[in-house]
């Protein structure tokens, strides 16, 4: 008998980043020096993953109360050790309902139920490991989109450092490094029906099908 082996959830907060490539961030740039911000942001803009997101492998994505489709942002997550430094890293879909806004987006579009995507295991490693990484988004088997961290406009080190400057990550806690969009400032859809597969090399592949609600 093959033994039972628990899949991997966080046991922390989990926070994404916002505007963290550069293509989304230049898209935005014209509008981000009107109301009610006036300015562009100086500190890394975040946001939470709740609890009620949090999907393991191998769950279904239920699309609810007259949802039709989802974004899918496929993302690097940076897990927090003991000793408050990076100790390994996940590869996750954080989907949203799609909304006009990514700079402030309502919680109701994020932070839905299983609205997080979650792998079997995490990899183990330091942030310099995955400096270059290059994530595949698949939709049905297609490649929809690759996202290069080379693209980020705080690489790995500098996110970390400042976050750091207004917040103490805690050991279990997991910061998505941001999500990048199309050339036209959408991201890759799916709908009911749809097998969605998020990898990368040396990481578990996140695979999730999506259902309609009964």
């Known amino acids: 008998m093959t033994p039972w082996t628990p899949t991997w959830q966080p046991n922390g907060t989990v926070y994404g980043t916002l505007l963290n490539f550069r ?13 009610p911000h006036k300015a562009a942001p100086q500190a890394p803009v975040l946001y939470v993953k709740t609890a ?20 899918i942002g496929a993302t690097l997550g940076l897990v927090i050790g003991e ?4 100790a390994a890293a ?9 909304h006009a806004s990514y700079y402030r987006p309502p919680v109701k579009f994020r932070c839905r139920d299983g609205f997080l995507a979650l792998p079997q ?10 400096a270059a990484l290059q994530l595949q988004v698949r939709v049905n088997g297609k490649v929809v989109q690759t996202v290069q961290l080379s693209d980020l406009m705080r690489d ?10 207004f917040m103490t990550l805690q050991s ?43």
């Open 121 to 130: 295991q995490v990899t183990p490693g330091q942030v310099q490991d995955w």
């Open 90 to 98: 996940v590869l996750l879909g954080d989907w949203s309902v799609p």
């Open 52 to 71: 009620n997101t949090f999907s393991p492998a191998g769950q279904d994505l239920l699309l609810q109360d007259g949802v039709t489709e989802v974004d």
């Open 156 to 165: 790995l080190p500098t996110l970390l450092a400042d976050v750091d400057e």
């Open 172 to 214: 279990g806690d997991v910061l998505m490094v941001g999500t990048d969009c199309m050339p036209d400032g959408t991201r890759p859809r799916a709908k009911a029906g749809d097998r969605v597969e998020i990898s990368a090399p040396g990481f578990d592949t996140v695979t999730t099908q999506v259902k309609a609600q009964a």
């Open 23 to 35: 293509r989304e961030w230049d898209l935005w740039s014209p509008r981000m020096t009107q109301d």
């Open 83 to 86: 000793d408050g430094q990076v």
